[in-house]
Nanobody, 114 residues
Framework: VQLQASGGGLVQPGGSLRLSCAAS????????MGWHRQAPGKQRELVAT???????NYAGSVKGRFTISRDNIKNTWALQMDSLKPDDTAVYYC?????????WGQGTLVTVSS
């Protein structure tokens, strides 16, 4: 299984970005897709997850500002990030969990700065 993330960049505070991730390889129907992030000097943390059925889970710090979605046919998922803050600056990693195994994308940098 390989994951390819895209969509990072530089944005001003209050702005929006959309991250995307595409999975290739053997993808089973029951899986959890998600996003994590790692800010400089900090541990990697969960941002959001979404199940095949559409159940979502968000970190408290992004709830109400970020929206995770997925396309079960294309095996892609996205993270819409609105009202971005400087504290959202981090490398964002997409991940896929299936059959007890976790897979990670290469990471995409999001910088929120004026």
């Amino acid at each position: 299984v390989q994951l390819q993330a895209s969509g990072g960049g530089l944005v001003q505070p209050g702005g929006s970005l959309r991250l995307s991730c595409a999975a290739s390889g053997i993808i089973f129907s029951s899986n959890v897709m998600g996003w994590h992030r790692q800010a400089p000097g900090k541990q990697r943390e969960l941002v959001a997850t979404i199940t095949k059925g559409g159940s979502t889970n968000y970190a408290g710090s992004v709830k109400g500002r970020f929206t995770i979605s997925r396309d079960n046919i294309k095996n892609t998922w996205a993270l819409q990030m609105d009202s971005l803050k400087p504290d959202d600056t981090a490398v964002y990693y997409c991940n896929l969990n299936q059959l007890g195994l976790g897979y990670w994308g290469q990471g995409t940098l999001v910088t929120v700065s004026s």
